[in-house]
């Protein structure tokens, strides 16, 4: 049906920067919510951002204004721009959408999927 690939994951020292992607590609009739969701050794997974179809955004409280949501309709991926990293920000990545997809000739079914997940170490 729908499949998410995430990439942009990987190891910094503090304070630096980095830039998640996912892209969504199958038999996709819509993409509503496009989020980011975090799982850091030993904890549950929380919301990082989301982005609805229409751009509006929503932040965890202690990462706004370090995290950036985005996306682009056009290509089907939202993106996540990091700044500021600190090692508390280390976690696997994961990406949420939830669309609807072509079920058939004449119906759509919806589908919430997730990404495979990348890793974001933050340390000195």
């Known amino acids: 049906q729908v499949q998410l690939v995430e990439s942009g994951g990987g190891s910094v020292q503090p304070g630096e920067s980095l830039r998640l992607s996912c892209a969504a590609s199958?038999?996709?009739?819509?993409?509503?919510?496009m989020a980011w969701y975090r799982q850091a050794p030993g904890k549950q997974r929380e919301l990082v951002a989301s982005i609805t179809s229409g751009g509006n955004t929503n932040y965890a409280g202690s990462l706004k204004g370090r995290f950036t949501i985005s996306r682009d309709n056009a290509k089907n991926t939202v993106y996540l721009i990091m700044n500021s990293l600190r090692p508390e920000d280390t976690a696997v990545y994961y990406c949420?959408?939830?669309?609807?997809?072509?079920?058939?000739?004449?119906?759509?079914?919806?589908?919430?999927?997730w990404g495979q997940g990348t890793q974001v170490t933050v340390s000195s």
């Open positions: 949420n959408v939830e669309g609807t997809y072509y079920a058939g000739p004449y119906s759509t079914g919806g589908f919430a999927s």
């Open positions: 199958g038999s996709i009739s819509s993409i509503a919510t």
